[in-house]
């Protein structure tokens, strides 16, 4: 019998043609993507880079070279750096194909480079969480479960066994609540899921629903913030008038006060939010 396509390519052919489209690189038994990596000085694998205690030097380290100063948005941007490429393969892929990569930290690498920052992290695991019906089935890289809020469990109870030690670190070292750290991620969660519905023209809220499910399913195995993001509608029978707002301050208007507060922030006054994305529609040029 032929052998289906592998289940993780599956997830990342549906990613790779959208506008933004941050994937990891993936080195596996049967899915290879892999970027080259010059200057790559050290490889940290997830769970020793935590257990070996070296994310508050890396964190020190990447500031002093590259900043921000204050470390809040830091704190953040850090968090970027290391996760905001698996979230987007587990997110937008979950939207795309109903399918959930299942992150673990013994599969998930960080090059360390000698420029005082991180390259793009690389999968080593191809394991996907399927459901029933999904023609993977049977496939030696699929986990089969019962239905999608069974996928999403699953998929969730991986991202936060995988992030939870990073994101734990990051909070000893520097004092920034958890809240934060673990609302970052539920927000990016979200966007991940509208970027690709707004960019393939598909139902926003619809996309946002799903992402909701995700979301709750982190919260449920442990994720824990104060707001959850919004949609934010601001220009009716628009194919693309649908943006969101985070639930969660990024605080990067702590280091650029003169930048003033992002598009997405919770603490931006929603007349200004409006008027600004309606601009970026008459003028994309303008959009970030």
């Known amino acids: 019998m032929t052998m289906t396509q592998a289940p993780l390519q599956a997830v990342v052919d549906a990613c790779a043609p ?3 489209a941050p ?11 892999v970027r080259e990596h010059p200057g790559s000085e050290h490889w940290y694998r997830t769970d020793l880079m935590v257990a070996e205690g070296v994310i508050g030097p890396l964190f ?3 500031v002093a070279q590259h900043g921000p100063g204050h470390k809040l948005p830091a704190s953040t941007h850090f968090l970027r750096a290391l996760l905001r490429e698996p979230i987007f393969l587990d997110s937008a892929g979950l939207y ?27 999968i080593t695991s191809s394991r996907v969480a399927v459901t029933p019906d999904d023609p993977a089935v049977g496939h030696p890289d699929a986990v089969v479960v019962q239905d999608e809020a069974a996928l999403d469990r699953l998929a969730a109870e991986h991202m936060v066994r995988t992030f939870a030690p990073i994101i734990d670190a990051v909070h000893a070292h520097t004092r920034v609540g958890l809240r934060t750290l673990w609302g970052w991620v539920l927000d990016i969660v ?27 399913a982190l919260i449920e195995a442990g994720a824990v913030t104060r707001a959850r993001p919004r949609l934010f509608p601001f220009w009716d029978n628009h194919p693309r008038g649908t943006w969101a707002v985070r639930g969660t301050c990024c605080f990067d208007y ?15 006054c929603d007349a200004d939010r409006r008027a600004e994305l309606q601009e970026w529609i008459r003028n994309p040029a303008l959009a970030p």
């Not at 080195?27 to 993507?33: L, N, P």
């Not at 690709?196 to 995700?214: I, M, S, T, V």
């Not at 702590?254 to 931006?268: R, S, W, Y």
Request: with cysteine; hydrophobic share 35%.
């Open 18 to 20: 959208l506008k933004f």
């Open 23 to 33: 994937l990891p690189d993936i080195r596996t038994k049967r899915v290879s993507s």
């Open 60 to 62: 020190d380290q990447l």
């Open 96 to 122: 795309l194909t109903g399918r959930a990569v299942l992150l673990d930290p013994e599969h998930l690498w960080f090059p360390w480079l000698s420029s005082g920052t991180f390259g793009t992290p690389t």
């Open 190 to 216: 979200h966007f991940y899921m509208l970027n690709p519905a707004r960019f393939l023209g598909q139902d926003a809220e619809d996309a946002w629903k799903r992402a909701g499910r995700l979301g709750d």
């Open 254 to 268: 702590k280091d650029d006060p003169e930048h003033g507060f992002c598009t997405t922030c919770p603490l931006k």
